[in-house]
């Protein structure tokens, strides 16, 4: 593209432009004026090589603190990116995020949460919302032990309350449930893989198949113990035909982020469940520096 | 390498546990007149030079609560915050209060660093347990104050102050105590932050917003929320109730004066002192030598003169 566009003259780029009524419009004001939505659809996929590098040279801390910011101010369609970041990250990690939040907002990451979506839901005024607020400030606030010690016996009973929880859904929502987000906003993650497994010996299923998927719980599950599944879930959803701009940028964002922490097993998990490799993926739906750019990112580390 | 005092320290203290019996008053000279760092220096050189832990062997000789006291104290800021943290987690209601004191009273760093020594100690982390142990209002409200990791800046919102003191008197005003707001602004807004809110609310609605919260004296969260106030915003003023009612009440509460004594001795215990003096009209030296006595009292008053020392 650029091999081609840098060498046009003026003359060449009018016919370029009268030759794709498509793209430019015959304005009534006698100039070709570019169709707002694809100049708007030409922005965004420059746009997205620039994100990609900007993210990707960001300390990881500053990158967190800008994810979760900018998921608050867009509004519950991007809450699961809050929930993403406070659950996949280590303690550590999501400690400096929490760091890195108080310099760059002067706030901390649970006041502006907590705030945000409460304001949210004085608009709406439902209960639901609220308990979505607490699962996230929770999820935000959490500084898990990361030591490997377990008590069998309370993961067992907690699985066994989890179950509980959820075959009273009908009657009430699990998201309600104190005990639900308690378990899920302090428990270690061991712990929690310790819980999942326990579920999975009382019910045959993974709890987070159980778990209803328009309250989060179940990516939160996810996330918490499977990280890579729920990766591999989101890279999926960005390359649907029918994805929306949310869902695309997942991809700069998980491949970004995960780089250098478990891409490797986000590509196994890729190819497990799409069969195909998210190399091959790349190459095939996404074009220029920016393909190329993410390319390198997952090949690291080989 | 360990200074000459340091060395000499700990053959003082090795001396003061041989034979029968023990040298409590060597005890007391030493450690009462040592701080945090130079303690740390004196347990791990005692436990280069004799193999055994400060602590175990402190634990052995002494008894009651001069041995809570000196044990206490002979602990890390971070360790001993962890330690009492998990105390309260085990006991009753009556305990929530000393986890509202850590959570609120501490710097965000210290409470950062008792949480990781939480860790380390119990492995669990300290959230864990206290939602474990905690239900109801009492757990919507504490899991937060300590799991929170408050901006420490000074800049206020004054819009934002007027607009939350507002819906602070709103929600007191219908009973709700523990509605969610009340706890989000408490838990999550900065010190400042908070201290502004609550001057507006002074200034608009003409109460103290603890006032407006003693509506029933008996009731426990009410109890808790007024300490979480207090403890934001005027810590020496709450830790000078803390110990004007540990040494008045019949009999003394020894556990809740060791308490305060050890955690604020290289904090503000001569803040803490002023305004007992100004609340009672006698010292706290002198309140405690009436109220104690032998080691335990010794060791007090050395480590409440710690900070002239």
Known sequence: ?302 | MATLSVTEDCEQLRKAFAGWGTNEGLIISILAHRNAAQIKSIRQTYAQTYGEDLLKDLNKELSNDFERVVLLWTLDPAERDAFLANEATKRWTSSNQVLVEIACTRTSQQLLLAKQAYHARFKRSLEEDVAYHTSGDFRKLLVPLVGTYRYEGEEVNMTLAKSEAKILHEKISEKAYNHEDVIRILATRSKAQINATLNHYKNEFGNDINKDLKTDPKDEFLAILRATVKCLTRPEKYFEKVLRLAINKRGTDEGALTRVVTTRAEIDMKIIKEEYHKRNSVTLDHAIGKDTTGDYEKMLLALIGHGDA
């Open chain 1, 1 to 302: 593209m650029i091999s081609i566009l840098g060498k046009w003259h003026q003359d060449d780029r009018k016919s370029y432009r009268k030759g794709c009524p498509q793209f430019f419009i015959q304005d009534d004001r006698l100039f070709e004026k570019w169709d707002d939505r694809h100049v708007a659809f030409l922005k965004h996929e420059f746009l997205r090589l620039k994100n990609a590098v900007v993210l990707w040279t960001m300390h990881p801390w500053e990158r967190d603190a800008r994810l979760m910011k900018e998921a608050l101010v867009k509004g519950p369609q991007a809450y699961g990116v809050i929930i993403e970041v406070a659950s996949t990250r280590s303690s550590e990690q999501l400690l400096g995020a929490r760091r890195a939040y108080h310099s760059l907002f002067d706030h901390s990451i649970e006041e502006d949460v907590a705030y945000h979506i409460n304001d949210s839901r004085r608009k709406r005024l439902t209960k639901i919302i609220l308990c979505i607020e607490q699962l996230l400030v929770g999820l935000v606030s959490s500084y898990r032990y990361e030591g490997p010690k377990v008590n069998e016996e309370i993961a067992k009973s907690e699985a066994k309350t989890l179950f509980a929880a959820i075959k009273n859904a009908d009657k009430k929502n699990p998201i309600e449930d104190e005990e639900v987000v308690r378990i899920l906003t302090t428990r270690s993650k061991p712990h929690l893989k310790a819980i999942f497994k326990h579920y999975k010996e009382i019910n045959g299923k993974n709890i987070d198949e159980d778990l209803d998927d328009e309250l989060s719980l179940d990516e939160t599950m996810q996330c918490l113990c499977t990280p890579q599944t729920y990766f591999s879930k989101v890279l999926g959803a960005a390359f649907q035909n029918d994805a929306d701009e949310h869902a695309k940028e997942a991809l700069t964002r998980v491949i970004v982020t995960r780089a250098d922490d478990d891409m490797k097993e986000i590509k196994e998990e890729y190819q497990k469940k799409y069969g195909v490799s998210l190399s091959k993926k790349i190459e095939d739906a996404v074009n220029g520096n920016y393909k190329d750019f993410l390319l390198t990112l997952i090949a690291r580390g080989e």
